[in-house]
C-alpha cells in the first residue's frame, strides 16, 4: 500500500481555520464507504472517541442544524430534541445535508459550511485535550483543540450522547 500524502489541498474549513489563526494538524487516510469513526480511528491510531463526527441534522420545521458527537458515541435524538428545545429532531437525508453544508457525506466538516446553522456539541467533547474533526474531504480529518468549536463556531454544550 503506498503512503498517502500529509497534505491536502484547502477546502473550505482548513480556509476558515487558518483565516481565524488556528492551529491544526492535517491526517490523512484511506477513506472506506462506511467505515466511518472507526475506519479512521484504527488507520490513524487515534482513540475513536476523540474522533468527532458532524451530523446535519433537522429540526421538526426542516431548519437544518448540526451536531458533533463523539465517534464512538451516538446521539439521542429525543434528548438532543428536549435540550434545545424542539419538538423533534431526525437525520437530513444524505442530499439535503449535502445541499446545506456544502460537503459530501463522509467528508462533512462543521468549519465552512454553505449555509450557517446552529452548532450542537455534545459536552463531554470539550473536555478533551485534542479532537481529529473532518477537514471537509473524505479521508481528511484536522486535529484541533476543541475548545475552537465554541470559540469559532460558537458550538452550543449538550448532553445527548448515548
Same mark, same amino acid.
Given at each position: 500500500?503506498?503512503?498517502?500524502?500529509?497534505?491536502?489541498?484547502?477546502?473550505?474549513?482548513?480556509?476558515?481555520?487558518?483565516?481565524?489563526?488556528?492551529?491544526?494538524?492535517?491526517?490523512?487516510?484511506?477513506?472506506?464507504?462506511?467505515?466511518?469513526?472507526?475506519?479512521?480511528?484504527?488507520?490513524?491510531?487515534?482513540?475513536?472517541?476523540? !474522533?468527532?463526527? @458532524?451530523?446535519?441534522?433537522?429540526?421538526? #420545521? %426542516?431548519? *437544518?442544524?448540526? +451536531?458533533?458527537?463523539?465517534?464512538?458515541?451516538?446521539?439521542?435524538?429525543?434528548?438532543?430534541?428536549?435540550?434545545?428545545?424542539?419538538?423533534?429532531?431526525?437525520?437530513?437525508?444524505?442530499?439535503?445535508?449535502?445541499?446545506?453544508?456544502?460537503?459530501? !457525506?463522509?467528508? @462533512?466538516?462543521?468549519?465552512?459550511?454553505? #449555509? %450557517?446553522? *446552529?452548532?450542537? +456539541?455534545?459536552?463531554?467533547?470539550?473536555?478533551?485535550?485534542?479532537?481529529?474533526?473532518?477537514?471537509?474531504?473524505?479521508?481528511?480529518?484536522?486535529?484541533?483543540?476543541?475548545?475552537?468549536?465554541?470559540?469559532?463556531?460558537?458550538?452550543?454544550?449538550?448532553?445527548?450522547?448515548?
Amino acid at each position: 500500500m503506498s503512503k498517502k500524502s500529509t497534505h491536502v489541498s484547502e477546502t473550505p474549513a482548513t480556509q476558515m481555520l487558518k483565516r481565524a489563526g488556528v492551529a491544526f494538524t492535517e491526517h490523512v487516510y484511506d477513506y472506506v464507504d462506511h467505515g466511518g469513526t472507526a475506519e479512521s480511528s484504527k488507520q490513524l491510531g487515534v482513540d475513536e472517541h476523540a !474522533v468527532v463526527k @458532524t451530523l446535519v441534522m433537522q429540526d421538526e #420545521k %426542516a431548519e *437544518p442544524l448540526i +451536531v458533533l458527537m463523539h465517534g464512538d458515541k451516538t446521539v439521542s435524538l429525543k434528548e438532543l430534541a428536549r435540550q434545545i428545545p424542539c419538538k423533534k429532531v431526525e437525520p437530513c437525508k444524505p442530499e439535503v445535508a449535502q445541499r446545506h453544508s456544502g460537503y459530501q !457525506v463522509g467528508g @462533512t466538516s462543521p468549519f465552512g459550511v454553505r #449555509k %450557517a446553522m *446552529p452548532v450542537f +456539541v455534545e459536552a463531554s467533547i470539550l473536555a478533551l485535550e485534542k479532537i481529529c474533526i473532518n477537514g471537509g474531504r473524505r479521508g481528511y480529518l484536522v486535529g484541533i483543540a476543541p475548545q475552537v468549536l465554541t470559540e469559532l463556531l460558537g458550538a452550543r454544550p449538550v448532553h445527548c450522547a448515548n
